[in-house]
T-cell receptor, first 109, second 113 residues
Framework: TQLLEQSPQFLSIQEGENLTVYCNSS?????LQWYRQEPGEGPVLLVT?????EVKKLKRLTFQFGDARKDSSLHITAAQPGDTGLYLC?????????FGAGTQVVVTP | GAGVSQTPSNKVTEKGKYVELRCDPI?????LYWYRQSLGQGPEFLIY????????DSGLPNDRFFAVRPEGSVSTLKIQRTERGDSAVYLC???????????FGQGTRLTVV
């Protein structure tokens, strides 16, 4: 059973469209991180959110942490083929970092 | 290089054999994590070290799996009596501290035949 539930599991969109992926949990985390992973590579950190209600922007990516620090969302505006990858959320609880199952995003030209 | 290094990158072993997977973390990072990842899935937590001690080993699936970090730097994940179900990519990550970014290695792809 995944502590962190990510949805959808798979998302295929055309270049220029927007997308949102979600990360939900019944547990409270001291921080939540989003990673992107490409085939054959380890995950690479995109952002860390710490404060409930926090919103962070990274170019075309917008990350939000829920008020209760149990859920988060990642929104990509005007997706590009380079955004293709496995998007993973990870919750930090007492130093232990646990991942969701990921959302596989495919952006076609 | 200055990143997390995992060796070997690929390991094929016969069912029942013993294997060791090595992780060289980034120098100075006190936290070290081991994960197992199946194709298209998120990393599954195995064990987390803070310094030399295992702070949390609740993710180790059974007593065939064991990990050490004797000097607080390099870590070895040891799997005894390997089974075909152990086949996966084993990822190692290190971090300078809690709530900090975890830097991942490229993983060791273990195949048990």
């Amino acid at each position: 059973t995944q502590l962190l539930e990510q949805s959808p599991q798979f998302l295929s969109i055309q270049e220029g469209e927007n997308l949102t992926v979600y990360c939900n949990s019944s547990s409270v985390f001291s921080s939540l991180q989003w990673y992107r992973q490409e085939p054959g590579e380890g995950p690479v950190l995109l952002v860390t959110v710490v404060t409930g209600g926090e919103v962070k922007k990274l170019k075309r990516l917008t990350f939000q942490f829920g008020d209760a620090r149990k859920d988060s969302s990642l929104h990509i505006t005007a997706a590009q083929p380079g955004d293709t990858g496995l998007y993973l959320c990870a919750g930090n609880s007492w130093g232990k970092l646990q991942f969701g199952a990921g959302t596989q995003v495919v952006v076609t030209p | 290089g200055a990143g997390v290094s995992q060796t070997p990158s690929n390991k094929v072993t016969e069912k029942g054999k013993y294997v060791e997977l090595r992780c060289d973390p980034i120098s100075g990072h006190t936290a070290l994590y081991w994960y197992r990842q199946s194709l298209g899935q998120g990393p599954e937590f195995l064990i987390y070290f803070q310094g030399t001690g295992a702070a949390d080993d609740s993710g180790l699936p059974n007593d065939r799996f064991f990990a050490v970090r004797p000097e607080g730097s390099v870590s070895t994940l040891k799997i005894q009596r390997t089974e075909r179900g152990d086949s996966a990519v084993y990822l190692c990550a290190s971090s300078p501290g809690t709530n900090s970014e975890a830097f991942f290695g490229q993983g060791t792809r273990l195949t048990v035949v």
